[in-house]
């Protein structure tokens, strides 16, 4: 069982498992302390004002007479731990007067509701979404290690709200994840720091933990010896992280001559590790270990691995973490910021609250605080754009800006694409307007000038008095220019007018220079490459099969870029179009709109089949993932079901698929794939054969029909190179050989040979 499966089994079974912690949580926390006198009898000697027993009446003193029926000494939760939980029914002796108390949760649903079961419950539902996110984008050692680590200790919230009630599932989840979360955390860290070749401690160390974690667990779940269970756990608990913030600790010596990306990546994990953790081990784990009581509850302490998902959702959507493409729009990403602010200040507002109050006065409370987050979020927004030029720099502003403008970069293929990254670049950080681009010859011996707009040539005048070079800026009133780049005899020059008549200042200066030093480095690798594909092209013959070859493989990644493409965008789209007008369909109850809606909902699920066909057909996602034979066998299906001609695709076992690389299975599928588009369009075949084997090294392709043949010099055109002879020539940059045998009325035989190096 390989990792990819093994990790799916365990988001499934994850999930399961937490459905069933949240359904035993329904029960509620009781939290009535007992114990025994000299004669037997139990009585209340505390109570936990989130439990039941506070908020109904039970009082310090009072005589427990029955649970659930039964003699308080046959209830095995009171006997053993001194308290009352999971229990139906209570009666109790109070001032002389025996009472009876049903104990449902409807009495303190808005008390423990929050703390017990929904904060964790929608703790898992992000460690889920940042684990899908990460499993469906990004499969390497680290995120894989990363998913365990954040399922897990998102299942241990449950299992520690649960274990509150001393249920034993609970218990053992909670023990569970308080031994492996940290080790799991600090294996995440060695593989993902691995993978950036900045590893500084030794794989031994995580054997060793992870050893003494589940030693610890036995003896503290199957209790072969007598030991206090808390004590022992908490500090294991408080061992662990010594260890792990001493490894941790020691990496930023490794780390100084290190990517400052890196290292800001980095410093992020290990702060937010700190906040998360800090609360609960200083306030909690260690004085309960050494004073006998923790200093704050453990429902707050815990409140703040919060933090955690929100910090590595944040360095994802930054690519700081990983090179994965996610898409927040502000509406989107400031609602999600002020749901968990608010979540947080309800929930701590809550519990250092002293008075009880109703369900619905939270409600109003989180309604309103989520309300003002989210308006201060976008007046935030207003303010920044109103008086940064004016009132302050942020020093860091600029610094994204170079961040978010150079991994734009990494994803761009041409100039064009280039210069508008530049352009939005400058109208959103500087609120310019009237961005354009112009060439001017470098020796001024063209008027480059005349197709300027009309508010530039005044400046384009001054230009002309003064030495150009990249980065160099001018400035005039509130205009600007600044060549980014070269190519040929001219300068690549912006031209621009801020909003607001000023000049710019000297952080934005430095900033704007900077910002075109990088333009102009990436303007002149686009120029050279588009400059080398135009002479390849030109230089293009038979015997350049190696440029046939380069052309091949680069269509290839293009193909792969543009399905992404269009299922990541237009196909999404249209999904989102369908349940849109599936909505509104629901909503109508006009039979004539309802069934035009209902023809148009039919077109839109023809369109999403077809755009889905079409994306397999120019990447195939089987090539890659199943290989050839299985991506073979699907065109087979799909063209015997979309044509009038019966196909057979037989495969010798002499084909060994695992010896080849990609390039040769893709050339093999392209000529496999062109034929068959061929005999659809053109053969009128009634029975289509492909055979595919290995022959002295060599694979052999062989393509026959019975179809209406062709005249051989129809193929000599070369103004098409994407049917037959451009398949021809593909073949040949490979070093192979294909041969034509067809005359009109007797089909079509193609045999195909490609040496195997």
């Known amino acids: 069982m390989n990792k990819n499966t093994l990790l799916s089994l365990f988001i499934f079974f994850s999930i399961i498992y937490a459905v069933y912690l949240t359904q035993l949580n329904t029960d509620p926390y009781i939290g009535i302390y007992v114990t025994d006198n000299d004669h037997g009898d139990f009585y209340v000697t505390a109570l936990h004002d989130l439990g039941w027993g506070w908020h109904n009446g039970i009082q310090h003193g009072d005589l427990i007479v029955l649970i659930d029926g039964e003699q308080p000494e046959h209830n095995h939760i009171v006997t053993t731990h001194g308290r009352i939980e999971q229990v139906k029914t209570l009666t109790v002796n109070q001032n002389g007067t025996d009472m009876t108390f049903q104990i449902d949760y409807s009495s303190v649903l808005a008390q423990q509701g929050i703390i017990y079961f929904l904060i964790p419950f929608l703790y898992f539902l992000m460690s889920l979404l940042l684990s899908l996110t990460l499993y469906k984008n990004y499969k390497n050692n680290s995120s894989l290690t990363?998913?365990?680590?954040?399922?897990?200790?998102?299942?241990?919230?449950?299992?520690?709200?649960?274990?509150?009630?001393?249920?034993?599932?609970?218990?053992?989840?909670?023990?569970?994840?308080?031994?492996?979360?940290?080790?799991?955390?600090?294996?995440?860290?060695?593989?993902?720091?691995?993978?950036?070749?900045?590893?500084?401690?030794?794989?031994?160390?995580?054997?060793?933990?992870?050893?003494?974690?589940?030693?610890?667990?036995?003896?503290?779940?199957?209790?072969?010896?007598?030991?206090?269970?808390?004590?022992?756990?908490?500090?294991?608990?408080?061992?662990?992280?010594?260890?792990?913030?001493?490894?941790?600790?020691?990496?930023?010596?490794?780390?100084?001559?290190?990517?400052?990306?890196?290292?800001?990546?980095?410093?992020w994990i290990f702060k937010t590790l700190v906040i998360a953790i800090a609360p609960y081990t200083l306030l909690y784990a260690i004085p309960h270990i050494v004073l006998g009581s923790a200093l704050i509850r453990g429902e707050i302490a815990i409140l703040f691995i919060f933090t955690l998902p929100i910090c590595f959702l944040f360095l994802l959507t930054t690519g700081r973490l990983y090179l994965i493409r996610i898409h927040i729009k502000q509406f989107t990403y400031y609602a999600i910021l002020s749901f968990v602010f608010t979540l947080f200040i309800c929930g701590l507002y809550y519990a250092l609250s002293e008075e009880p109050f109703q369900i619905t006065t939270l409600g109003i409370f989180f309604v309103f605080t989520f309300l003002f987050t989210f308006s201060s979020f976008f007046f935030k927004n207003y303010l920044d754009r109103l008086l940064r030029s004016s009132l302050f720099v942020e020093r860091d502003y600029y610094q994204k800006s170079i961040y978010r403008f150079s991994e734009a970069l990494k994803h761009e293929n041409s100039v064009d694409g280039v210069l508008k990254d530049f352009q939005r670049e400058v109208t959103d950080v500087l609120s310019a307007n009237h961005l354009d681009f112009y060439p001017i010859d470098k020796y001024r011996k063209e008027n480059d000038d005349k197709d300027l707009n009309e508010s530039y040539q005044k400046l384009s005048r001054k230009l002309q008095r003064s030495t150009l070079r990249i980065g160099?800026?001018?400035?005039?009133?509130?205009?600007?220019?600044?060549?980014?780049?070269?190519?040929?005899?001219?300068?690549?020059?912006?031209?621009?007018?801020?909003?607001?008549?000023?000049?710019?200042?000297?952080?934005?200066?430095?900033?704007?220079?900077?910002?075109?030093?990088?333009?102009?480095?990436?303007?002149?690798?686009?120029?050279?490459?588009?400059?080398?594909?135009?002479?390849?092209?030109?230089?293009?013959?038979?015997?350049?099969?190696?440029?046939?070859?380069?052309?091949?493989?680069?269509?290839?990644?293009?193909?792969?870029?543009?399905?992404?493409?269009?299922?990541?965008?237009?196909?999404?789209?249209?999904?989102?179009?369908?349940?849109?007008?599936?909505?509104?369909?629901?909503?109508?109850?006009?039979?004539?709109?309802?069934?035009?809606?209902?023809?148009?909902?039919?077109?839109?699920e023809d369109i999403i089949f077809q755009m889905r066909e079409t994306c397999q057909e120019i990447a195939p996602p089987l090539l890659i993932e199943f290989g050839l034979k299985a991506t073979l066998t699907e065109l087979q299906n799909k063209f015997n079901?979309?044509?009038?001609?019966?196909?057979?695709?037989?495969?010798?076992?002499?084909?060994?698929?695992?010896?080849?690389?990609?390039?040769?299975?893709?050339?093999?599928?392209?000529?496999?794939?062109?034929?068959?588009?061929?005999?659809?369009?053109?053969?009128?075949?009634?029975?289509?054969?492909?055979?595919?084997?290995?022959?002295?090294?060599?694979?052999?392709?062989?393509?026959?029909?019975?179809?209406?043949?062709?005249?051989?010099?129809?193929?000599?055109?070369?103004?098409?190179?994407?049917?037959?002879?451009?398949?021809?020539?593909?073949?040949?940059?490979?070093?192979?050989?294909?041969?034509?045998?067809?005359?009109?009325?007797?089909?079509?035989?193609?045999?195909?040979?490609?040496?195997?190096?």
């Open 146 to 267: 990363l998913i365990y680590f954040m399922l897990v200790l998102a299942i241990g919230y449950i299992g520690f709200s649960l274990s509150m009630k001393l249920s034993s599932v609970g218990l053992i989840t909670g023990d569970f994840t308080l031994l492996t979360a940290p080790i799991l955390f600090l294996h995440f860290i060695y593989h993902f720091m691995k993978e950036k070749g900045a590893i500084w401690f030794s794989k031994n160390v995580l054997y060793i933990l992870y050893g003494i974690a589940m030693i610890v667990f036995f003896l503290v779940t199957f209790e072969p010896i007598d030991l206090p269970i808390k004590e022992v756990l908490l500090i294991t608990f408080v061992c662990f992280l010594t260890v792990i913030g001493i490894c941790l600790t020691k990496s930023f010596i490794v780390l100084k001559n290190k990517n400052n990306l890196l290292k800001t990546t980095y410093s």
């Open 641 to 757: 079901l979309r044509s009038n001609s019966l196909l057979s695709i037989q495969i010798d076992d002499s084909f060994d698929e695992q010896a080849l690389n990609l390039d040769y299975k893709r050339i093999l599928f392209r000529t496999v794939q062109e034929l068959l588009n061929n005999a659809a369009k053109h053969s009128r075949a009634s029975e289509v054969r492909v055979t595919l084997g290995v022959n002295n090294h060599h694979l052999e392709l062989a393509y026959v029909d019975n179809g209406i043949g062709m005249k051989l010099i129809n193929m000599r055109s070369t103004e098409n190179k994407m049917g037959l002879v451009g398949m021809k020539e593909r073949i040949q940059s490979f070093n192979g050989t294909v041969t034509f045998n067809s005359e009109p009325g007797k089909g079509l035989t193609v045999i195909a040979n490609i040496p195997i190096k």
């Open 472 to 604: 160099k800026i001018t400035l005039l009133g509130s205009t600007f220019s600044i060549p980014i780049g070269e190519k040929d005899e001219h300068y690549i020059v912006l031209f621009a007018t801020l909003n607001n008549v000023r000049n710019l200042n000297v952080e934005e200066q430095d900033w704007l220079s900077t910002l075109a030093y990088h333009a102009s480095v990436s303007l002149e690798n686009m120029i050279k490459i588009e400059d080398l594909l135009t002479q390849l092209k030109k230089n293009q013959s038979s015997d350049s099969h190696w440029i046939n070859r380069l052309i091949f493989k680069w269509s290839e990644e293009e193909r792969k870029k543009l399905a992404n493409d269009i299922h990541d965008s237009f196909l999404q789209d249209i999904i989102i179009l369908k349940r849109k007008m599936e909505d509104v369909k629901s909503k109508t109850k006009e039979a004539e709109v309802t069934e035009q809606l209902f023809e148009m909902n039919e077109d839109i």
